[in-house]
């Protein structure tokens, strides 16, 4: 699996996640976030390979489902994209922002 893929896959996790039953969360964390393999989490969980990478695989299909539904990542990502784009064209409002944020870290 490519490393883009997991880096999608946990964005989808950090949206969506708290859909997922807890037996859904419990083994895409263990598959994707703490990268085990099917083996390992097969062998924990005292399931099946089989019964483990079914259930990984639905629950990355029903994350893709919603975020195919309700748009939350690439609506935070174009709304990034605009901020930074006002920000490179008003270069004192970007010092601005900066200085609030100076203020709040300290």
Same mark, same amino acid.
């Given at each position: 699996?490519e490393f883009?893929?997991?880096?999608?896959?946990?964005?989808?996790?950090d949206?969506y996640?708290?859909l997922?039953? *807890?037996k859904?969360?419990?083994?895409f964390e263990?598959?994707?976030?703490? *990268?085990?393999s099917l083996t390992?989490?097969?062998?924990?969980e005292?399931i099946s390979?089989?019964g483990?990478?079914q259930?990984?695989?639905r629950?990355?299909?029903?994350l893709?489902t919603?975020e195919d539904a309700l748009?939350?990542?690439?609506k935070?990502?174009l709304?990034a994209?605009m901020?930074e784009?006002i920000?490179q064209?008003?270069?004192?409002?970007?010092?601005d922002?900066?200085?609030?944020? *100076?203020? *709040?870290?300290?």
């Open positions: 699996m883009k893929q997991y880096l999608q896959m946990n964005r989808l996790f949206y996640g708290a997922l039953t *807890d859904q969360k419990k083994l263990l598959y994707y976030i703490k *990268d085990l390992e989490i097969s062998e924990n005292k390979k089989q483990a990478q259930n990984i695989r629950s990355a299909e029903f893709s919603y748009g939350l990542i690439a935070t990502e709304r994209k901020v784009q920000l064209k008003e270069p004192q409002l970007r010092r922002l900066q200085a609030l944020l *100076d203020v *709040d870290t300290e």
